[in-house]
Structure formats: structure tokens, C-alpha cells
T-cell receptor
Framework: GDSVTQMEGPVTLSEEAFLTINCTYT??????LFWYVQYPGEGLQLLLK?????DKGSNKGFEATYRKETTSFHLEKGSVQVSDSAVYFC?????????????FGTGTLLAVQP | GAVVSQHPSRVICKSGTSVKIECRSL??????MFWYRQFPKQSLMLMAT?????????EQGVEKDKFLINHASLTLSTLTVTSAHPEDSSFYIC???????????FGPGTRLTVT
């Protein structure tokens, strides 16, 4: 079945460092890809998404490019801030599915130190 | 816009009792709601999908008689954990989606502890 694999955390960075969180997927068909962020004590929020190959999703300085050839959707940010500390989830959704169910990776905890 | 709330945010109950968790869409009509379970340091696992006015569709391995889901209105879905046991302790998260929409909006979650 469809699945998402993302790098294990925690990832600990100093403020202004470059961030990469790797995400790869396995899917039949052509899924949509998402990054969600979960701040402490809050629900998941959609960070960015891409619906087809070579699309780049971006938001709040974060970017991810849908790479069909490598089945990847790595999350990047050029300069992280303490406020970016959160758990980041990579997810996919089968656009052709009747319910558009989301399948999540295990999440990566990012801790940014001042 | 697109706010989803859950109540309670945390609940402690004794083994053998039942507990109800509410999920509300505050500013849109949610034709579809999803219930997830999140274990510590693990991903969200979809438990069931419910459409307003219809019976919920449960994922494989989820006991529908134990996790009762009701989606009686376009703004409210409830998850009732019946005869709860310590192994049911977990973080339960709902999400909601409007008619014709693609994006799901997530509630803040409910921490259930069964003693």
C-alpha cells in the first residue's frame, strides 16, 4: 500500500542554520504531497503542498519540490528560527481516492536553539 | 477561517468506563470528518472516516464496536471510546473537510488517559 518515510529526529539546529528534512514516498498513481507542522500543544497545520510532479510548495520560508523521479518531497528552509521548533509530518493523499485519505510519515521533531 | 475544535482537550477515566470526545467545525460545514490516533513518537493513524448522516467507515483493525463514531450534523462528530482500557490511552485527533473541498483541517487533539 501507499506509505511515507521521513527521517527520524530529533533534528537539533542553531538559529539561522539550514534545514533539510527528508521525505520519500511509495504510491500507486499520482498522489498529492503535503507537509504539516504541529507546534507544541496545538493541532496539525498545513504548511505546504504540491499536487503534481515538479511543483514546488512554499510557505513561511519553507519549500519542498515534488520529485517524481526520486519519489521525494524534502522540506527545506534556508534560515531556521527558534519559533520553527515543532514536529513536521510529511503526508500523501491519493487524489483519485474517494475519500482522499491522508497517509502520514512518523514525524520529525525539530528543535532550534538560540 | 476553517477552525476545528475538540473537547475535552484532556480526559482521565477509569478502566471499564466510556468517554466521549467531540469534534466541531466552527466556521464551515464539515461533510466529512476523520478520526486519527497518535501514539507517542509515532505517526497519526487513521481510525475512521465519517460522512454526515452516514455510518462511519473504519480502517482495518479498528474495532467499530469499541470506537463509536457519530456524525449527526454538519458541524459535529463524536468519538466514544467504550469500556476503555489502559491500552486505549492515546492522543485522538479529528479533522474536517467541507463539501467539494480537498483540504482537511485538524483539531488540537484530545489526550485520553485510562487508569
Amino acid at each position: 500500500g501507499d506509505s511515507v518515510t521521513q527521517m527520524e529526529g530529533p533534528v537539533t539546529l542553531s538559529e539561522e542554520a539550514f534545514l533539510t528534512i527528508n521525505c520519500t514516498y511509495t504510491a500507486t498513481g499520482y498522489p498529492s504531497l503535503f507537509w504539516y507542522v504541529q507546534y507544541p500543544g496545538e493541532g496539525l497545520q498545513l504548511l505546504l503542498k504540491a499536487t503534481k510532479a515538479d511543483d514546488k510548495g512554499s510557505n513561511k520560508g519553507f519549500e519542498a519540490t515534488y520529485r517524481k523521479e526520486t519519489t521525494s518531497f524534502h522540506l527545506e528552509k534556508g534560515s531556521v528560527q527558534v519559533s520553527d521548533s515543532a514536529v513536521y509530518f510529511c503526508a500523501l493523499s491519493d487524489r483519485g481516492g474517494a475519500t482522499n485519505k491522508l497517509i502520514f510519515g512518523t514525524g520529525t521533531l525539530l528543535a532550534v536553539q538560540p | 477561517g476553517a477552525v476545528v475544535s475538540q473537547h475535552p482537550s484532556r480526559v482521565i477515566c477509569k478502566s471499564g468506563t466510556s468517554v466521549k470526545i467531540e469534534c466541531r467545525s466552527l466556521d464551515f460545514q464539515a461533510t466529512t470528518m476523520f478520526w486519527y490516533r497518535q501514539f507517542p513518537k509515532q505517526s497519526l493513524m487513521l481510525m475512521a472516516t465519517s460522512n454526515e448522516g452516514s455510518k462511519a467507515t473504519y480502517e482495518q483493525g479498528v474495532e467499530k464496536d469499541k470506537f463509536l463514531i457519530n456524525h449527526a450534523s454538519l458541524t459535529l462528530s463524536t468519538l466514544t471510546v467504550t469500556s476503555a482500557h489502559p491500552e486505549d490511552s492515546s492522543f485522538y485527533i479529528c479533522s474536517a473537510r467541507g463539501q467539494g473541498a480537498y483540504e482537511q483541517y485538524f483539531g488540537p487533539g484530545t489526550r485520553l488517559t485510562v487508569t
